[in-house]
T-cell receptor
């Protein structure tokens, strides 16, 4: 199967600090990964498309300087929330597609709480 | 603009009742269609998907969905729900099959009473 691991599962940080979230494809290579954000009782909103070896593509309204994405290898993409504020508190989810496969596998998500 | 809409925000059923959750999209081109389920405290899981071929798609846990191109719909069905089907259900569409990014509907909360 295709497994995507996301770490950490939850994190609490102080306002003004930065937090890094990792998304790993454990048993396949993923040239493209996607980062989503989910607010309570709302749907997933795509934040950006992470491309291995190149810059991420951000959706309209997403601050690229605040949400730094790095996809340095075929199995790892990271999302760094810089200078986090309480309004950044949310559930962040990544997904990836196994090359040649159909459908996308989602990570288990990261609950970020900024205090 | 491309969009995905799920008309039912919260559905409450008794066990053994039949289920149909609506999903419509606005786009005239080729799409890939998905239904995901999110059980309480768990991550998203793929229920079923449609890429091409038979428009009636069967997924896991007894779910099925039918793609009706003329209606731009991809409704999810299950003939007899169980208490364990209580979850959030999301319809997702890939509008640009080359880009691969999914657009999600707002989700439908299904509560099944025992």
């Amino acid at each position: 199967g295709a497994v995507v691991s996301q770490h950490p599962s939850w994190v609490i940080c102080k306002s003004g600090t930065s937090v890094k979230i990792e998304c790993r494809s454990l048993d396949f290579q993923a040239t493209t990964m996607f980062w989503y954000r989910q607010f309570p009782k709302q749907s997933l909103m795509l934040m950006a498309t992470s491309n291995e070896g190149s810059k991420a593509t951000y959706e309209q309204g997403v601050e690229k300087d605040k949400f730094l994405i790095n996809h340095a290898s075929l199995t790892l993409s990271t999302l760094t929330v810089t200078s986090a504020h309480p309004e950044d508190s949310s559930f962040y989810i990544c997904s990836a597609q196994k090359q040649g496969g159909e459908g996308y596998t989602f990570g288990s998500g990261t609950r970020l709480t900024v205090v | 603009a491309q969009s995905v809409s799920q008309h039912n925000h919260h559905v409450i059923l008794s066990e053994a009742a039949s289920l149909e959750l609506g999903c419509n999209y606005s786009y005239g081109g080729t799409v890939n269609l998905f239904w995901y389920v999110q059980y309480p405290g768990q991550h998203l899981q793929l229920l079923l998907k449609y890429f091409s071929g038979d428009p009636l798609v069967k997924g896991i846990k007894g779910f099925e969905a039918e793609f009706i191109k003329s209606k731009f719909s991809f409704n999810l069905r299950k003939p007899s729900v169980q208490w364990s089907d209580t979850a959030e259900y999301f319809c997702a569409v890939i509008f640009n099959t080359n880009a691969g990014k999914s657009t999600f509907g707002d989700g439908t909360t299904l509560t099944v009473k025992p």
